[in-house]
């Protein structure tokens, strides 16, 4: 399975543009949260009608994957937590989000939410439990911030990852976990785009300005992982142990291509 992971686009539809034109050359395309812009000029509902558009363009072109990010969060759930009630619309022309699973090749893929509060951080749990059970050949999660303590949440000064993700990471080992949420990770130094907790990889492409957003490219088949940015591009093959510093990309693979 070729996949294409970016994130964080924050209702930057110059990118949004260039993640349609290349997405019929994926399996499956994974935005993985902060569709939306709150320090935005254009009101919230505004952004959510063009975003939906652009989604379901998308859905039509390829596997689409979508999560929801911190600045998605347009609705209260009975608990009083803070919820992405508009991206749950995705699946009303096929799109899988918050809360699904689906499989793809033998790939059981676990999309998470945004979690504000207990009961949600509670049904999230609930969802990686249940999942832990189904039969798969691999299993990657789909959750917007990275785990806390990695170079993928490292902002330049502090860590700003999910605790309970890194708990639950080790509780169960997955064989991936996308994310986005901290957009300087891979241009920090002490950060990167790319990390391996015990077997567990786990990717965030970071954000950058202009039309062509960060991203990474895997397959699940290589087993390789390609980082795209205007810093340059690396490379990690996940049939090995992850080596540091992670080597800058020289030839696109035959796969790519």
Same mark, same amino acid.
């Given at each position: 399975? *070729? ?52 989604? *379901? ?21 009975? #608990?009083?937590?803070?919820? #992405? ?5 995705? +699946? $009303? ?33 609930? $969802? ?5 059970? *189904? ?48 957009? $300087? ?37 290589? +087993? ?12 990690? +093959? ?18 790519? *291509?």
């Amino acid at each position: 399975m *070729k996949c294409l992971l970016v994130s964080d686009l924050h209702y930057a539809l110059k990118q949004y543009d260039w993640v349609t034109n290349v997405s019929k050359d994926f399996d499956v395309v994974v935005i993985a949260g902060d569709h939306l812009d709150i320090s935005s000029a254009v009101e919230a509902r505004a952004q959510i009608a063009v975003i939906l558009t652009y989604l *379901k363009r998308l859905h039509t072109r390829t596997k689409l994957i979508v999560c929801s990010g911190n600045h998605d969060l347009d609705g209260l759930n009975d #608990a009083g937590e803070k919820v #992405a009630k508009w991206i749950t619309k995705v +699946r $009303q022309f096929g799109a899988p989000t918050d809360g699904d699973s689906l499989s793809v090749d033998g790939v059981l893929i676990t999309i998470c939410p945004w979690w504000d509060g207990p009961q949600t951080r509670e049904t999230v749990g609930a $969802q990686l439990a249940r999942d832990a059970e *189904k039969p798969k050949e691999q299993w990657i999660w789909v959750y917007h911030a990275p785990p806390d303590e990695s170079p993928t949440s490292w902002g330049g000064q502090k860590h700003f990852g999910d605790v309970e993700l890194a708990r639950w990471i080790k509780q169960y080992q997955p064989d991936i976990v996308l994310s986005g949420h901290i957009h $300087q990770s891979p241009f920090r130094q002490g950060g990167s785009w790319v990390d391996q907790l015990g077997s567990t990889w786990v990717f965030n492409p970071g954000r950058q300005i202009g039309p062509n957003p960060t991203h990474i490219v895997f397959d699940t088949t290589e +087993r390789m992982a390609l980082w795209f940015s205007l810093a340059g591009a690396e490379v990690v +093959r996940m049939d090995k142990p992850l080596n540091r510093p992670v080597p800058e990309l020289t030839e696109l693979p035959s796969w790519f *291509k």
